[in-house]
């Protein structure tokens, strides 16, 4: 048997000391499917979060535009 056992990423994912990188980081080296990454983080593997920043505009940062 593994450790950590899929439920044992589970835990520690739901507990916040499993970022989805390094959960993305147990499906590249095989130690669980994507189908799983998707049971844990309630994530699509495939379809990674966008990041948009909606902060300061252009203009905001250079007066002078």
């Given at each position: 048997?593994?450790?950590p056992a899929l439920s044992?990423?589970?835990q520690f994912y739901d507990w916040g000391c499993y970022t989805d990188e390094e959960m993305r980081e147990y499906v590249r080296?095989?130690?669980i499917?994507?189908?799983e990454y998707e049971q844990?983080?309630?994530r699509s593997y495939y379809k990674p979060a966008v990041s948009v920043d909606l902060g300061s505009t252009q203009c905001e940062l250079h007066p002078n535009c």
């Open positions: 048997m593994k450790y044992d990423i589970k080296i095989n130690w499917t994507p189908a844990v983080t309630g």
